[in-house]
């Protein structure tokens, strides 16, 4: 349904997952700064399968606050499907993303609206000009990270950047149309190349609960990341395929010339390291093909990323529909 046919000006999608314990502190710093904008407005908790009491406790709070909107899926299917059945499902002409746990702060949504709409914006960037809050090993490996991702995808992915951003009702419309099977918003936003602007934050402490990002996850992320937006490791497996046959020509010489000379002595220390180095290049290049076959494999079967199986705006309607085509994993990023 369009944001013309609604007249919803801003949507703001929060994915949750076990987040019983900062939903209150949550609607209390979000509901009065949507509130303050004067604007039409529609919050979309996406609930990604939680086993405590964030389900119910979305129930409570919906009845005091017409404008929250539950929508809630039948399993865990990860962080970027819960965005994606958010954005899918979002109303606004323009769609707000943020995450339940507070570390990006509420207060900086108008901020993005007023910026987009002054400028004619169809990406707001949250920017974490700040993270301090962070541990160290946290802010060094997400320093990697976002080094890694702008040196393969390239310098239109902005530093310090996560889901927390604004986007407009073409821009969504334009990710909506992709045919990617596992989607990075992070990457895939500025790969759109649409007029953009940035605001910056500092990135405050999480206010409750843990964090469902942990180093296994963001390695995951990271993965998903590359072999989605970049052909770079095939090219490394290039060439440690031509760095092998290289080492391999110039074994053969040696032995030659040592042949040639007459001083050839029984041993095997030569040959073991060459098998380990050849045998080592093979797994690697293998592995490396076998990543991307995975996801030829997953785009041929189009499984759904994720169910929905409640919609408190349609409640009882289509409470199956598969609304895109990334498999699920059983993981919360």
């Given at each position: 349904m369009s944001a013309a046919r609604t007249g919803t000006t801003l949507?703001?999608?929060?994915?949750?997952?076990?987040?019983?314990?900062?939903?209150?502190?949550?609607?209390?710093?979000?509901?009065?700064?949507?509130?303050?904008?004067?604007?039409?407005?529609?919050?979309?908790?996406?609930?990604?399968?939680?086993?405590?009491?964030?389900a119910d406790l979305l129930e409570k709070h919906r009845t005091e606050w017409p404008e929250l909107r539950i929508i809630?899926?039948?399993?865990?299917?990860?962080?970027?499907?819960?965005?994606?059945?958010?954005?899918?499902?979002?109303?606004?002409?323009?769609?707000?993303?943020?995450?339940a746990d507070l570390q990006d702060p509420p207060e900086k949504v108008p901020e993005m609206l007023d910026l987009a709409r002054a400028e004619n914006l169809d990406i707001v960037y949250g920017v974490r000009s700040d993270r301090s809050t962070d541990?160290?090993?946290?802010?060094?490996?997400?320093?990697?990270?976002?080094?890694?991702?702008?040196?393969?995808?390239?310098?239109?992915v902005p530093a310090q950047a996560g889901d927390f951003r604004l986007l407009s009702r073409e821009a969504v419309e334009a990710l909506?149309?992709?045919?990617?099977?596992?989607?990075?918003y992070r990457l895939l936003v500025p790969w759109l190349g649409?007029?953009?602007?940035?605001?910056?934050?500092?990135?405050?402490?999480?206010?409750?609960?843990?964090?469902k990002y942990p180093l296994s996850k963001m390695i995951r992320l990271a993965v998903?990341?590359?072999?989605?937006?970049?052909?770079?490791?095939?090219?490394?497996?290039?060439?440690?395929?031509?760095?092998?046959f290289?080492?391999?020509?110039?074994?053969?010489?040696?032995?030659?010339?040592?042949?040639?000379?007459?001083?050839?002595?029984?041993?095997?220390?030569?040959?073991?390291?060459?098998?380990?180095?050849?045998?080592?290049?093979?797994l690697i290049c293998v592995g490396l093909l076998g990543e991307y076959i995975g996801r030829i494999y997953t785009a041929v079967q189009r499984r759904p990323t994720y169910f929905v199986g409640y919609d408190s705006a349609d409640a009882g309607a289509d409470d199956d529909r598969a609304e895109d085509r990334e498999p699920g994993r059983p993981d919360h990023g």
């Open positions: 949507s703001v999608i929060v994915p949750m997952y076990n987040e019983e314990e900062a939903l209150p502190a949550l609607v209390a710093r979000l509901r009065p700064v949507l509130d303050g904008t004067g604007a039409s407005y529609e919050v979309l908790a996406v609930d990604d399968g939680s086993t405590d009491g964030t809630r899926l039948r399993g865990n299917s990860g962080h970027q499907a819960a965005l994606r059945a958010g954005l899918h499902r979002s109303r606004g002409a323009y769609v707000a993303s943020l995450d541990t160290g090993f946290k802010r060094r490996t997400a320093g990697a990270y976002y080094w890694l991702m702008r040196r393969l995808v390239g310098k239109q909506k149309a992709l045919p990617d099977q596992q989607q990075v649409f007029p953009s602007g940035q605001v910056t934050y500092r990135r405050g402490e999480r206010v409750a609960g843990e964090t998903d990341g590359i072999t989605n937006f970049s052909a770079a490791p095939l090219r490394i497996a290039t060439w440690l395929g031509v760095v092998s290289v080492a391999c020509i110039l074994l053969i010489c040696a032995s030659l010339v040592v042949f040639l000379l007459g001083r050839t002595v029984p041993g095997w220390t030569s040959l073991f390291v060459a098998m380990l180095f050849l045998g080592g290049v093979q």
